[in-house]
Nanobody
Framework: QVQLVESGGGLVQAGGSLRLSCAAS????????MGWFRQAPGKEREFVAA????????YYADSMKGRFTISRDNAKNTVYLQMNSLKPEDTAVYYC????????????????WGQGTQVTVSS
């Protein structure tokens, strides 16, 4: 089992930026692809971005392409989500997770989840 702790959330104005971090412990972090999801009040959890075990491949939801960047530092057991040009509709709790299935865009393919960090974008 792996423990994940997200940080970096907060309140930001529309057009601003935030960088989320997800620190992992308990398993060989560098062996696994990692993903970010988000969940807004009253909505289902949705895919944001994912990154392969070595950072060589990245995946984004269409609405995040060009604004969000996922990266990882295996030496620090940390995955990041740089979010730019934030919009009020980006307001949600953001979660990182360990990929363990076949469909990297599907939340059911992820085996371990952090507690989430709140991102609020004001208009």
């Amino acid at each position: 089992q792996v423990q994940l702790v997200e940080s970096g959330g907060g309140l930001v104005q529309a057009g601003g930026s935030l960088r989320l971090s997800c620190a992992a412990s308990g398993r060989t972090f560098s062996s696994y692809a990692m993903g970010w999801f988000r969940q807004a009040p009253g909505k289902e959890r949705e895919f944001v971005a994912a990154i392969s075990w070595n950072g060589g491949n990245t995946y984004y939801a269409d609405s995040m392409k060009g604004r969000f960047t996922i990266s990882r530092d295996n030496a620090k057991n940390t995955v990041y989500l740089q979010m730019n040009s934030l919009k009020p509709e980006d307001t949600a709790v953001y979660y990182c997770a360990v990929f363990g299935g076949s469909d990297i865009y599907y939340s059911g393919s992820y085996t371990d989840w952090g507690q989430g960090t709140q991102v609020t974008v004001s208009s």
